[in-house]
């Protein structure tokens, strides 16, 4: 059991351009999974035209809840190291969505990372 934790409460959206590709980055406070669900399917209606939709989120409620999701980028080169970076911050219930307009050019896997995980 967590005697206190960090987390956010409100959301935040920025963004960054590498190499003509356009990643939009939304934070949001979540108190459950069924709750993270839902705004990522409101992220991807709202970004229908989007090549990825790339997510993390941590959750506590009597357990702690960890998942992240590639969403077709190379494994382990967007969705684990958004985890990373809330595991760093010790966050919990919090959900991070990377939406990725696909600019043409390819970043490899290590561009795609420091993309994924720059800060916005």
């Not at 809840?65 to 219930?93: H, R, V």
């Not at 991070?96 to 307009?101: D, E, F, G, L, S």
């Amino acid at each position: 059991m967590l005697n206190s934790y960090q987390t956010i409460f409100e959301e935040y959206e920025g963004g960054i351009v590498e190499k003509k590709s356009k990643f939009i980055a939304n934070i949001f406070h979540v108190e459950n999974e069924e709750e993270a669900k839902k705004v990522i399917t409101q992220i991807k209606k709202k970004h229908y035209d989007a090549k990825h939709h790339v997510y993390a989120y941590r959750i506590y409620n009597y357990e702690i809840l960890e998942k992240f999701s590639d969403d077709g980028e190379p494994a382990q080169t967007a969705g684990k190291p958004i985890m990373d970076l809330i595991k760093q911050k010790d966050l919990y219930n919090v959900l991070i969505v990377v939406t990725r307009y696909f600019g043409g050019v390819l970043l490899g896997t290590g561009g795609l990372t420091r993309a994924y995980t720059r800060k916005c």
